[in-house]
Structure formats: structure tokens, C-alpha cells
């Protein structure tokens, strides 16, 4: 099944369990850091290694500053990208892991089976990172059109 991109906002959100204890924080921690840091090629070929779709294993290093998966045509190519830091900060607000541009190309599309071998492959690194098994992954989907009922809902804030 392809990704209703055209109709929902996509992402993946990784997090650590919040009962984990500090020394596996603390690492998740650095791990995070690394992704988000744009310094993520091993990071990626570690992940795609752990996939099991074959489509998904052979993809290529997405070369962005913030780094991820897919082919370097922004038109033509699906690309996975990590979220980018925060300007002023050594990280971002929260302590998860977001992927929060996936785009499908005019040539190939994103389906949920794949993001779901990325979600199980990037577990299992980011797992590894940090010693315990307590990284947890989802896939997000807003639908755009709640977007345009909350600013009509809430339109004086504006």
C-alpha cells in the first residue's frame, strides 16, 4: 500500500521507553545527536543493513545536510531525510529520533511495508546504540485537511 502523501503529513518518530534507566538515556542521547547532526552516512548503512526489503536494503545515502535515504532528484526519487537540529541548540526540544520529510518522486513512491522495515531496522541499530531493547518506532500520519479545521477552529490566535 502506497503512502497518502497527497492527503496526510508522514513521519517517523523514534523514541526510548520512558522507564528506561539513565546510562541507556544517556546514550540514546548521543545516538540522537549523531543522526541529527547531518554526520549519519554509518549510521544509515548500518540500518539499511538490518532491512529485510530487498528495495529498501539497496538504497543509496541520501546526500543532504541532514542526511537519510533516497536517491539525490528531489523530483524523481523517494528520500528520507532526519530531522534537522535546531539552530541554537546542541539538539532538538524533545528526546526523539524524527524523520520528518519523507517525499515520493514522480518515479518512486513510498509504501507502508517499507517504512516499516526502516522502523524495524532502525530499531534494532539504535537498540544496539544503547544496550537495551527500549527504543520504540512509529509511523505518524496527520491528515491535512484537521491542519485547516484547527486555524478555522482557532483563527482569532492568528
Keep these: ?14 523514541k526510548i521507553n520512558s522507564d528506561a534507566p539513565q546510562i541507556h538515556n544517556d546514550k540514546w542521547i548521543k545516538f ?28 543509496p ?3 543532504r545536510s541532514e542526511g537519510g535515504i533516497g536517491g539525490n ?10 530531522r534537522k ?4 541548540y546542541s539538539s532538538n526540544l524533545d528526546n526523539d529520533i524524527v524523520f520528518d520529510n519523507i517525499i515520493s518522486g514522480e518515479n518512486e513512491k513510498w509504501s507502508i511495508d517499507e517504512l516499516d522495515d526502516l522502523i524495524r531496522g ?10 537495551e531493547n527500549c527504543i520504540e518506532g512509529h509511523i ?5 485537511d484537521s491542519l485547516d479545521d484547527y486555524y478555522l477552529d482557532n483563527k482569532e490566535d492568528y
Design 1 to 14: 500500500m502506497l503512502l497518502p502523501e497527497d492527503t496526510h503529513i508522514i513521519h517517523l518518530r523514534f
Design 32 to 59: 540522537k545527536n549523531i543522526c541529527e547532526s547531518g554526520k549519519n552516512k554509518e549510521i544509515v548503512e548500518d540500518w539499511l543493513k538490518n532491512c529485510k526489503i530487498e528495495s529498501v536494503k539497496n538504497m
Design 61 to 63: 545515502y541520501l546526500e
Design 73 to 82: 532528484n528531489n523530483q524523481k526519487n523517494k528520500q528520507l531525510r532526519f
Design 85 to 88: 537540529q535546531q539552530q541554537n
Design 122 to 131: 532502525f530499531r534494532r541499530i539504535a537498540n544496539d546504540y544503547v544496550g
Design 140 to 144: 505518524e500520519m496527520v491528515n491535512r
